[in-house]
C-alpha cells in the first residue's frame, strides 16, 4: 500500500503564489510517476503537472506551463508543485496521486493512489 498525504492549499488573491506538498508513504519502490491533479465544481480531473519519480523529468498541462513547477525531494519522499502567476481559472481541489506505470504521466485513470485533495481558491 502508498499513501500519499497534500498539504499547502488555500486563499490567494490572483496574480499570487502558492506551494504545495505531497508527501508519500509505504511501499513506495514501485512508483514510477507522482502526479498533480485538478478538480473543479462540473469539470473533469485535469492533468497538472507529473515527475517521473526519483528522476527530474517533469510533465506539464498546457494551462499551467511556464507558471507552475513541480519538484521532489528523494530524501524526504516529497513531491511538491510551485504555483505562480495563479489564476481564478486555476481554482479547484488539487490531488496527488502515485502511479506504477502510464500511458500518459498526466492521465488520471493510470493513477493507483490518491490523496484526498487540498483546497486552491484564487481570487481576482
Known amino acids: 500500500q502508498v499513501q500519499v498525504v497534500e498539504s499547502g492549499g488555500g486563499l490567494v488573491q490572483a496574480g499570487g503564489s502558492l506551494r504545495l506538498s505531497c508527501a508519500a508513504s509505504?511501499?513506495?519502490?514501485?512508483?514510477?510517476?507522482i502526479g498533480w491533479f485538478r478538480q473543479a465544481p462540473g469539470l473533469e480531473r485535469e492533468g497538472v503537472a507529473s515527475?517521473?519519480?526519483?528522476?527530474?523529468?517533469?510533465f506539464y498541462g498546457d494551462s499551467v506551463k511556464g507558471r507552475f513547477t513541480i519538484s521532489q525531494d528523494n530524501a524526504k519522499k516529497t513531491v511538491s508543485l510551485q504555483m505562480n502567476s495563479l489564476v481564478p481559472e486555476d481554482t479547484a481541489m488539487y490531488y496527488c496521486?502515485?502511479?506504477?506505470?502510464?500511458?500518459?504521466?498526466?492521465?488520471?485513470?493510470?493513477?493507483?493512489?490518491w490523496g484526498q485533495g487540498t483546497q486552491v481558491t484564487v481570487s481576482s
Open positions: 515527475i517521473a519519480y526519483g528522476t527530474s523529468s517533469a
Open positions: 509505504g511501499y513506495t519502490n514501485w512508483i514510477t510517476y
Open positions: 496521486a502515485a502511479a506504477a506505470w502510464t500511458r500518459g504521466p498526466l492521465l488520471p485513470a493510470d493513477y493507483n493512489y
